[in-house]
């Protein structure tokens, strides 16, 4: 004897039992493309950090030849070839960042970023000027700092690069630069204020340490500051010194100055050797 009622019930079991089947399988892929997504995140963070600049710069074409209207990979594919030394191609790169429906304020800051860094100071100010004010960034006055520099324009200078210390809590870099930019002034005394305090947030940059000996040999302070130095560094400061002592003119300082490179050093310090011999053979003569 059949019973239909029975045969219906099974045969709407199997319905549903396909639809929580189908219903399980899309949740499956749905969860593998969330996890897919979160490994490529990972993974484009790290090419974007420590990934070798040049295996970046292939991950990223690759990934941009494969998804061109993706902005992220184009972004990508832009940090990675200006941190390869490539800007040019680069700036070429966040033009067309800049020019996708996606595109933010910062991809101009980053094109701006790229064309400085490729020696195209009045197309970095032209992309600036584009950037709306409301959009206040680090890297922004950083970079208007050093366009305004670059176009001798020091009191523009000196506030864009005190507005970029006050964004960030690691200004070492920028307080270098303002430094720096003092000190192609002329302005000595400022400059070693600026070193000092760059010196402050990062004691191991050496360019501000040789910064800041240059700045206070320029105001005939030969001796070396209170800061944190290696032996080696120690030699290598004392040799900017006895340069900059040589070419004010102040020849005997510098010869010891040189000796005390020479003496300081770890090793041979072979630069310090030749500049001391050079320097008598003159006197000889």
């Not at 997504?37 to 790290?46: A, C, F, R």
């Not at 030849?65 to 594919?77: I, S």
């Not at 690069?161 to 920028?174: I, N």
Request: hydrophobic share 45%; charged share 25%.
């Amino acid at each position: 004897m059949r019973h239909p009622g029975l045969v219906v019930l099974c045969f709407g079991s199997v319905i549903a039992l396909s639809a929580c089947q189908k219903g399980s399988d899309a949740q499956v892929e749905r969860a593998l493309k969330d996890v897919n997504v979160i490994d490529e995140s990972n993974l484009n963070e790290v090419m974007l950090t420590v990934a070798d600049p040049g295996e970046a710069v292939a991950y990223f074409a690759k990934a941009v030849q494969d998804n061109p209207d993706r902005v992220d990979l184009m972004r990508g594919l832009g940090k990675s070839l200006v941190r390869a030394q490539k800007p040019v191609e680069g700036a070429q790169v966040w033009r067309q960042v800049v020019a996708h429906p996606e595109a933010m304020p910062d991809d101009r800051v980053m094109l701006a970023d790229a064309l400085i860094r490729s020696n195209q100071w009045a197309d970095a100010k032209a992309e600036l000027n584009l950037i709306p004010p409301t959009h206040e960034s680090f890297d922004r006055y950083r970079l208007e700092a050093m366009v305004a520099d670059a176009d001798k324009n020091w009191k523009k200078a000196d506030s864009f690069y005190e507005t970029a210390v006050g964004l960030t809590t690691r200004p070492a870099s920028v307080l270098n630069n303002w430094g720096f930019s003092k000190l192609t002034r002329g302005d000595a005394p400022g400059a070693e204020k600026l070193f000092t305090q760059a010196l402050t947030y990062d004691p191991t940059m050496f360019t501000a340490k040789n910064n800041l000996v240059l700045a206070r040999a320029g105001q005939r302070k030969y001796d070396l500051p209170v800061i944190r130095m290696t032996q080696t560094e120690r030699a290598e400061l004392l040799y900017s010194i006895a340069l900059a002592a040589i070419k004010q003119g102040d020849v005997t300082v510098g010869k010891g100055l040189l000796q005390q490179a020479i003496d300081t050093h770890p090793q041979h310090f072979e630069a310090a050797a030749r500049s001391l011999d050079a320097l008598d053979a003159n006197v000889q003569l």
